[in-house]
């Protein structure tokens, strides 16, 4: 899933290519992707893209005073396509879910593979319209964000730190890949109390949350749309590299299922040398 590094890259990278285009085509490919009919998706036609930003893990692109509104899911990405092909996506047949067209005879698709579709589009009056981003938690690499506030943001919180963090309503833009990099660097286990936590281990998680995602951040600038997965991938200590190594203190990288999802953990520096249960299996440790 796109978070808020590639999200943050994806947004620079629309800003630098369509800023000052006009939209000439804007074609639906999945009808079950776009949820709201008002303004409708044709009223983006003929108008001029005037910059792109990131609400959360939201992409948001303004053009002459209505937003075009992303959210990627899991298996969305942006494609920007030179030129564009000139036939219609066709609506439940292929990945695209959308497809712009700009005056200077490139664009972008917005696709999603797999059976699981939950990439959502939206056209609005402001951002904040959409549920998703009106509920979002503070951002964690905007002008004010300090030590402070992720205790504020944390002391609400229910349930272990791994939810917290990728709990869009505590904290906006961080999902399970990048929850798993910042527990990794704080030395936590991904199952300590959120509301919890002592004002040195806020200290530790503070500066590992903004490390990881601003050496994210930095990795993915400059980059193409189709290179930010594998900078993430090559970013990535723990997330993703069950079986094998932590680069840190060498011990085996672990993997615990939860729901629908998996995590992966270094129990040599987050949990004392201690495996934890699968709550498939059984009860989480502690």
């Not at 942006?78 to 036939?87: A, Q």
């Not at 919180?157 to 309503?169: S, V």
């Not at 680069?247 to 992966?264: D, I, K």
């Amino acid at each position: 899933m796109p978070e808020l590094p590639e999200v943050e890259a994806l947004a620079a990278f629309v800003r630098e290519r369509a800023t000052g285009q006009r939209v000439e085509r804007a074609e639906l490919g999945s009808l079950s992707a776009l949820k709201t009919y008002d303004p409708p998706l044709e009223a983006l036609v003929g108008r001029t893209v005037s910059g792109s930003r990131r609400m959360g893990k939201y992409l948001c692109t303004e053009l002459d005073g209505i937003w075009l509104v992303a959210h990627l899911a899991r298996a969305g990405w942006l494609h920007w396509r030179v030129p564009v092909p000139t036939g219609r996506p066709k609506p439940g047949k292929g990945p695209v879910a959308l497809r712009v067209g700009l005056s200077g005879g490139e664009g972008f698709d917005l696709t999603e593979q797999g059976t699981e579709k939950r990439l959502a589009i939206w056209v609005v009056r402001r951002p904040e319209e959409v549920e998703g981003i009106a509920r979002l938690g503070p951002d964690p690499l905007a002008p004010g964000f300090d030590r402070a506030a992720l205790a504020r943001a944390l002391a609400g919180a229910p349930g272990q730190l791994k939810t917290a963090l990728a709990d869009q309503a505590v904290l906006a833009g961080v999902g399970n890949a990048y929850s798993d990099e910042i527990l990794w660097a704080a030395r936590m286990s991904p199952f300590k109390a959120a509301a919890r936590l002592s004002p040195e281990e806020t200290e530790r998680l503070y500066e590992a949350l903004t490390t990881t995602l601003r050496d994210a951040v930095a990795r993915s600038a400059g980059q193409a749309a189709g290179a930010l997965k594998d900078a993430k991938r090559t970013g990535l200590n723990v997330h993703g590299r069950a079986g094998q190594a932590c680069p840190a203190c060498g011990s085996t990288v672990h993997e615990v299922h939860l729901a629908n999802r998996s995590f992966q953990y270094c129990p040599g520096c987050q949990t004392g040398g201690r495996v934890l249960a699968d709550r498939r299996l059984s009860r989480l440790l502690k």
